[in-house]
């Protein structure tokens, strides 16, 4: 069955422009999570959705906003954006309802550079 | 404030022996453990994970160790292949109410033939 599918797969921006990464879960996986990765940074939690629900954020910014449809197809925002922002973000899907256990599935990720 | 913390950037290890992932964390809250490989330009793929009740769990070549006291989780593989050369991620999670993984900074582990 076909994976986490993140689109697109590069993207290079200028300072103070806006983003929106795109991300299709697997097929009846209905809780969405995205992540940003920066060099030694490790996995930063940026927020995750369910049924159209974000029940939880991280701690960045309110210029990352993201959104879930009624298919769970997830899209997420940057506004603003800053050369900080360059980085590979990621999102993840899971099927349960607390997804924990079996672990997310990750996307391949969109690796954004602001210049 | 780093919550899951791996202090070891790399490591490398002869193939056939055993490679041992450390990763350390401060929240005692925690209650669950996972631990993700990444090749370059993949995204992460899941291993295996274990509960804050369990003290070890196997899958294959891959074990995972957990010793609450010391806050402290290790990945042993064994033998390991040059296949298992990736960065290794150990992440917790906070339970039923968060449905966030907190991640370390990586390992990128380097098996030689």
């Known amino acids: 069955k076909a994976g986490v599918t993140q689109t697109p797969r590069y993207l290079i921006k200028t300072r103070g422009q806006q983003v929106t990464l795109s991300c299709s879960p697997i097929?009846?996986?209905?809780?969405v999570s995205w992540y940003q990765q920066t060099p030694g940074q490790g996995l930063q939690f940026l927020f995750e959705y369910f049924s159209e629900t974000q029940r939880n954020k991280g701690n960045f910014p309110g210029r990352f906003s993201g959104r879930q449809f009624s298919n769970s197809r997830s899209e997420m925002n940057v506004s603003t954006l800053e050369l900080g922002d360059s980085a590979l973000y990621l999102c993840?899907?899971?099927?349960?309802?607390?997804?924990?256990?079996?672990?997310?599935?990750f996307g391949s990720g969109t690796r954004l550079t602001v210049v | 404030d780093q919550q899951v913390k791996q202090n070891s950037p790399s490591l490398s290890v002869q193939e056939g022996r055993i490679s041992i992932l450390n990763c350390d964390y401060t929240?005692?809250?925690?209650?669950?453990f996972l631990w993700y490989k990444k090749y370059p330009a993949e995204g992460p793929t899941f291993l295996i994970s274990?509960?804050?009740?369990?003290d070890k769990n196997e899958d294959g070549r891959f074990t995972v160790f957990l010793n609450k006291s010391a806050k402290h989780l290790s990945l042993h593989i064994v033998p390991s292949q040059p296949g298992d050369s990736a960065v290794y991620f150990c992440?917790?999670?906070?339970?039923?109410?968060?449905?966030?993984?907190?991640f370390g900074s990586g390992t990128r582990l380097l098996v030689r033939p």
């Open positions: 097929s009846g996986h209905r809780s």
């Open positions: 993840a899907s899971s099927s349960l309802n607390r997804g924990i256990v079996d672990g997310y599935t």
């Open positions: 929240n005692s809250m925690f209650d669950y």
């Open positions: 274990i509960s804050s009740i369990k």
């Open positions: 992440a917790a999670s906070l339970g039923d109410s968060s449905y966030k993984l907190i």
